[in-house]
């Protein structure tokens, strides 16, 4: 198995995961669904970490997203154009997104570092291809440190 399945099928399990560690949400936006998770990095295998270039630790987490359209009888991954950006109290900070792509599967995930038990918040603005208008959407979430 490549190091590229396992992330994807990792990010599955996050996205599909339940629980209050690793709750999958979305929202609406028109016939768009908006999928965004927040884990800590110590989720990730060291292996996996390396080849995407997440830097692992108890105060690192990812943000992974993936929009996907409902259309008549069905639903399909888009890919999009997307910025966001995240901060608490103390720190600010862009993300940089990376796509990830494999078959008709498309996610994006960014690393940025927390302060145990603070809230981060998020906000992001994104452009599903073939969409035409951008949407923006902000949440929050609370992060704890691996002990």
């Known amino acids: 198995m490549t190091a590229l399945t396992r992330f994807s099928l990792l ?3 996050l996205l599909g995961a339940s629980g209050a560690t690793l709750a999958q949400q979305s929202e609406m ?5 908006l999928h965004y998770s927040v ?22 987490a990812i943000l ?6 409902h259309l008549a009888d069905h639903s399909e991954t888009r890919p999009m154009l997307l910025q966001g950006r995240t901060w ?7 993300l940089d997104f990376l796509e990830i792509r494999e078959g008709p599967a498309v996610y994006y995930i960014a690393d940025f570092k927390f302060i145990n038990e603070e809230w981060r918040f998020f906000e992001l603005t994104f452009r599903p291809e073939g969409a035409d ?3 923006t959407f902000q949440f929050k979430h609370q992060l704890y440190t691996e002990e």
């Not at 992974?64 to 359209?69: G, K, N």
């Not at 109290?89 to 862009?94: A, E, G, H, K, P």
């Open 11 to 13: 990010l599955l399990a």
């Open 29 to 33: 936006f028109g016939p768009y669904e």
């Open 133 to 135: 208008q951008t949407y």
């Open 88 to 94: 608490d109290l103390i720190q600010n900070q862009d």
């Open 64 to 69: 992974t997203l993936a929009v996907r359209e």
């Open 39 to 60: 884990v800590n990095t110590t989720f990730l295998a060291p292996d996996i970490a390396a080849t995407y270039g997440i830097t692992r630790g108890k105060n690192r």
